[in-house]
């Protein structure tokens, strides 16, 4: 896609911020072109951004592929390794809004070599809990599904865009950082327990998905994939774990008929107060 493909048609306000970031892109690919990276410097920074424990957590994400079971680098590790690589330009654009979806394109762009890679894509304002389609008007709702769909598209953009292996270089620097975490294992996996309990995964769930077994190096190391995943709303809590009456929207949305019962109960109880 050419440059003049990408432009977004629209309004006079439209077309004027369309025209403020073609001018910002081409003096990026100046400047790009005036301080070229340093490959070996760039590498260096990814691997020693990639020592920090708080993004070695958040490098990877997990989604069910029928019975199996794939882990990529994430969202967070993409754009981590492409503000190191420098010169990069990526993001998502909503081209319009109409008929109840968005219009959008997600891009990559290497602005020294020129390569680059965008997804063009549709996100319709809903979303499906419990087997019920619900259509979606509150603009932060219909924003935040937007960024979520944004965020896949991103990533495979970025990823398309980095050479391969240096995304492999950065994925094993963030497992090595993970295997010399000398907190013990519990300690961690109770910290994660409490986290998957915030987006509505309960410890049995997640014994269950295990056959109540002890979760070991391995299993802990796939559960923050999971996290990961279910938290940026790359997949939904019933891809892993057995609901049984929960929702399955992302970011774990608990229990709507528990929810139910706690309003009911409270209302029961202020009742009660009054007769009294």
Same mark, same amino acid.
């Given at each position: 896609?050419?440059?003049?493909?990408?432009?977004?048609?629209?309004?006079?306000?439209?077309?004027?911020?369309?025209?403020?970031?073609?001018?910002?892109?081409?003096?990026?690919?100046?400047?790009?072109?005036?301080?070229?990276?340093?490959?070996?410097?760039?590498?260096?920074?990814?691997?020693?951004?990639?020592?920090?424990?708080?993004?070695?957590?958040?490098?990877?994400?997990?989604?069910? +592929?029928?019975?199996?079971?794939?882990?990529?680098?994430?969202? +967070?590790?993409?754009?981590?390794?492409?503000?190191?690589?420098?010169?990069?330009?990526?993001?998502?654009?909503?081209?319009?809004?109409?008929?109840?979806?968005?219009?959008?394109?997600?891009?990559?762009?290497?602005?020294?070599?020129? =390569?680059?890679?965008?997804?063009?894509?549709?996100?319709?304002?809903?979303?499906?809990?419990?087997?019920?389609?619900?259509?979606?008007?509150?603009?932060?709702?219909?924003?935040?599904?937007?960024?979520?769909?944004?965020?896949?598209?991103?990533?495979?953009?970025?990823?398309?865009?980095?050479?391969?292996?240096?995304?492999?270089?950065?994925?094993?620097?963030?497992?090595?950082?993970?295997?010399?975490?000398?907190?013990?294992?519990?300690?961690?996996?109770?910290?994660?327990?409490?986290?998957?309990?915030?987006?509505?995964?309960?410890?049995?769930?997640?014994?269950?998905?295990?056959?109540?077994?002890?979760?070991?190096?391995?299993?802990?190391?796939?559960?923050?994939?999971?996290?990961?995943?279910?938290?940026?709303?790359?997949?939904?809590?019933?891809?892993? =774990?057995?609901?049984?009456?929960?929702?399955?929207?992302?970011?774990?949305?608990?229990?709507?008929?528990?929810?139910?019962?706690?309003?009911?109960?409270?209302?029961?109880?202020?009742?009660?107060?009054?007769?009294?």
């Amino acid at each position: 896609m050419s440059i003049n493909e990408m432009q977004i048609q629209g309004n006079a306000p439209t077309q004027a911020l369309n025209n403020r970031w073609m001018e910002e892109v081409k003096g990026a690919i100046f400047m790009a072109k005036q301080f070229p990276r340093d490959e070996s410097l760039a590498i260096g920074r990814i691997l020693k951004a990639c020592e920090r424990k708080t993004l070695a957590e958040k490098a990877t994400y997990v989604y069910q +592929r029928g019975n199996e079971t794939v882990k990529g680098p994430s969202i +967070r590790l993409a754009e981590a390794i492409a503000q190191s690589w420098g010169n990069i330009s990526s993001g998502v654009i909503e081209l319009d809004q109409k008929n109840g979806e968005s219009n959008c394109l997600s891009y990559a762009w290497d602005l020294e070599s020129n =390569f680059r890679d965008d997804k063009i894509f549709t996100v319709k304002h809903e979303r499906k809990a419990q087997g019920i389609i619900k259509k979606l008007t509150d603009p932060r709702d219909i924003y935040e599904l937007v960024a979520n769909n944004g965020a896949r598209r991103k990533r495979a953009c970025i990823l398309a865009t980095i050479p391969g292996d240096i995304i492999d270089a950065a994925l094993a620097k963030c497992e090595e950082t993970l295997s010399k975490d000398n907190e013990p294992l519990q300690k961690r996996l109770a910290e994660l327990l409490k986290n998957f309990g915030e987006i509505g995964v309960t410890k049995e769930m997640i014994q269950k998905r295990y056959s109540g077994k002890a979760i070991n190096e391995k299993e802990y190391a796939e559960l923050l994939g999971i996290y990961n995943t279910i938290k940026d709303g790359m997949q939904r809590t019933g891809d892993f =774990f057995e609901t049984k009456g929960q929702t399955t929207e992302p970011n774990g949305t608990a229990n709507l008929n528990e929810k139910l019962q706690k309003k009911v109960s409270k209302v029961n109880a202020n009742n009660s107060d009054v007769s009294n």
